[in-house]
């Protein structure tokens, strides 16, 4: 059973930085392809980053200098280092795994980043 735990989340204000962590049930990011995701009040979820069990990584329009994803195979921990953030990242951010790139067969339970201006 895959498991997912997200945190990091929390307030901060626009032009500042978070590092979401996402700690995974044992051998899941070296086996999967390990996603960040968010949703914002009223709005669908949508993806922001992925990388593969290879280390290839493919990023959101609005995360492309910004964010940044990357895993520690040893800590079986995916991690979303987000700066220059701004309101409009403010969101739930979920962490996911898929057997492929951009595939969502597990989620984790979400963790809030609030962004002020």
């Known amino acids: 059973q895959v498991q997912l735990v997200e945190s990091g989340g929390g307030l901060v204000q626009a032009g500042g930085s978070l590092r979401l962590s996402c700690a995974a049930s044992?051998?899941?990011?070296?086996?999967?392809?390990m996603g960040w995701f968010r949703q914002a009040p009223g709005k669908e979820r949508e993806f922001v980053a992925f990388?593969?069990?290879?280390?290839?990584?493919d990023y959101a329009d609005s995360a492309k200098g910004r964010f940044t994803i990357s895993r520690d195979n040893a800590k079986n921990t995916v991690y979303l280092q987000m700066n220059s953030l701004k309101p409009e990242d403010t969101a739930i951010y979920y962490c996911?795994?898929?057997?492929?790139?951009?595939?969502?067969?597990?989620w984790g339970q979400g963790t809030q980043v609030t962004v002020s201006s």
């Open positions: 996911a795994a898929g057997p492929a790139p951009h595939t969502t067969n597990y």
């Open positions: 990388i593969t069990w290879s280390g290839n990584t």
């Open positions: 044992e051998r899941t990011i070296s086996t999967n392809s």
